[in-house]
């Protein structure tokens, strides 16, 4: 049904009204129906920015790999609007050809789309985009950082283990970080022994916590050295 319903949507594509198109690769895009992805790529280079937009959301509810191509081009476009868009499609298409170009856009001029790329390449989990998140921790923006924390929970690549650790010293990246570290799981334990002595004392109260509760045996060396941590805080984690 929802084959036949694409197919009826189609004519409307080149509808005079460019409202009825844009409803329509509206309509597209809720339908989800991959055999009309290549009848709404060619509205990626449209003169008009709402059917850009349009196109990509569309493409990226598709989730179909013929759109990643040209979908990492818009990661360009002069609007930081559809260069948000796009990096999110990507994510929800999670094609592992995306994570290049997706690490490039981190590096984007606009919080908003440092911070979609980031989330992107947290849904394709490659091991590759590892070294990129780890710069976004430096970000200016506190929106972008917790972006990348959260994204390097979704990877997991133990790398992130001791730089996740730190992170716990931000009071805005606390929670997010902790739960990045949780998803770790208990490989990371070494990396995180080795950044306990250096974390302020809140955060290794916190490391103590999730430790804890991680319930493994290579946890008690950890565990014992928080017993004779200096801080009250700590040994009462």
């Known amino acids: ?39 709404v790529i060619p509205f ?3 003169k008009r920015k709402e059917l850009r937009f ?16 040209p979908l990492m081009e818009v990661l360009v ?27 490039v856009a981190l590096e984007d001029e606009h919080w908003s ?14 091991p590759k985009a590892t070294p990129a998140l780890l710069l976004r921790l430096q970000d200016e923006d506190a929106t ?20 996740l650790t730190l992170a716990l010293q931000d009071p805005g990246l606390q929670a997010s970080a902790l739960e990045a570290l949780r998803r770790l799981g208990a490989a990371a334990l070494p990396d995180v022994e080795r950044a306990f002595a250096g974390a302020g004392a809140e955060a290794r109260r916190l490391i103590v916590d999730l430790v804890g509760r991680l319930e493994d045996r290579r946890a008690r060396k950890l565990l014992m050295a928080a017993v004779a941590d200096d801080g009250a805080r700590v040994r009462a984690g």
């Open 144 to 163: 972008v950082r917790r972006s990348a924390v959260v994204a390097l929970g979704e990877v997991g690549d133990l790398r992130a283990a001791a730089p």
């Open 44 to 46: 990626l280079s449209d």
């Open 77 to 103: 476009d002069p609007d930081r609007n559809l260069r948000r868009a796009a990096a999110e499609s990507l994510g929800s298409i999670g094609d592992p050809q995306a994570v290049p170009p997706l690490a």
């Open 113 to 126: 789309v440092r911070c979609a790329a980031a989330s992107a390449l947290g849904r394709l989990r490659s």
């Open 54 to 69: 349009a196109a990509v959301e569309a493409l990226g509810s598709m989730r179909d790999v013929s759109a990643v191509r």
């Open 1 to 39: 049904e929802d084959v036949d319903t694409a197919r009826d949507l189609l004519p409307l594509l080149h509808d005079p009204d460019p409202k009825m198109r844009f409803v329509t690769l509206r309509a597209l895009g809720q339908i989800r129906n991959r055999d009309v992805v290549g009848r």
